[in-house]
């Protein structure tokens, strides 16, 4: 599952990503810093069973701070998109190409107002302006690539009666079957007569395909130097505040032992020997967490991942009464399943050969023998019998 870093040039992409990964991509304040994507490791973070079961974790696939597990996602920084780039403007269609495989995108704005619509300094630019023009040129990818060839490919599902969602979901490899039926649902549209359907009719569908396909989290980027009334109508259309710059700098703190972090809490803990610019840094940004609550990087990556991907965590176990593997390692893995896969699925998710051989599984917590069919619950910690091969 990949999570895509989005946005026009010069909003704060590389640092959101740099914070989150605390890889080497490149910052700077210049457009085009970014000349082909970055893939990194990110992690979401969910509250560590070891905390309630009063127990000590060791995780090999994932950590653990302090209570709450940091579980790793693939994160994508994609360079910056300008207005018209489906017909190749900027870096163009190369980059759509690219975050084409992202499950979900975190369109970074910025909420400063002080980049025009293509990343050059401004001043008083208008966000929502940059919020509409994102998903304008995605749902316009989207469209081209639907049309292409469509006259040919509408009649010959019409006259030969076949399943548009198979035929559309062959020729469109990134959306499967069940999205193009989903949004064949929403606009009702006559899947058997797509040849009669208008080139407007055509567009809404594609947008509603590329909503279900591509759903967008927008972080209101650079809150800490953004005027409020930019904030509050970022706000208003579901936007998360964010810092990418303050996360980035508590990272690299705590990364040099300066301070005592955990990603997404409102508070930090110095450890001593600062200089006192490093001191004028951290109260700057200790008075940002005041006024939000957090630097929002954290928040946007959960959102991302927990409420629009619907991703619970499941924590499988080989001893039931230790929480352990085979090793002793307690709580060893956290996987991302989605919410609705069964034990079985897990099973499967550990290991084909454990789907196969599934016998039954328990829920650890409870001590309770699950079926396959057995519905997983966030937070769940799971062992899985399977028979001797
Ligand atoms: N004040 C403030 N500045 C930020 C924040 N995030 C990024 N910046 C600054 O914005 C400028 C651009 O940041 P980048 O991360 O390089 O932006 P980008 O979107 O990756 O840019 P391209 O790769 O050119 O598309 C840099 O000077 C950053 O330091 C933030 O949260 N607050
Ligand atoms: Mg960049």
Redesign the pocket.
Known sequence: MDVGIV?K????????FNACTLGAAE????????IKSNIGVAFVTAPCPCKEIDTQCTPKNSRCINGTRLIPTRII?V??LVPEAHTGRGLGNRFLDDIMQAEVLIH?IDA?GKTDEE?RPAENHDPLVDVQFLEKEIDAWFFEKLSDKWKKLSRRISSEHLDLHKILAEKFSIVTEEEIVKALHTTQFNPEKPDTWTEEQLKEFSTELRKINKPIVIAA?????APDNNMESLKQVGAVP?????ELALRRAQDHGLIQYVPGEDHFLIEGGITAAQKSALEKIQHFLDKFKSTGIQDCLNHAVFDILLRIVVYPVENEHHYSDSFGNVLPDAYLMRKGDTAHDLAYKIHTDLGKTFIYAVNARKRMRIKEDYELQNGDIIKIVAAAK
């Open positions: 946005g040039p010069n909003v704060g992409k590389s640092t959101f910052v700077a304040s210049y457009p085009f810093t970014t920084d360079a910056g970074i400063s990343g980027n650079k809150a800490d130097v964010t810092s990418a710059e303050a």
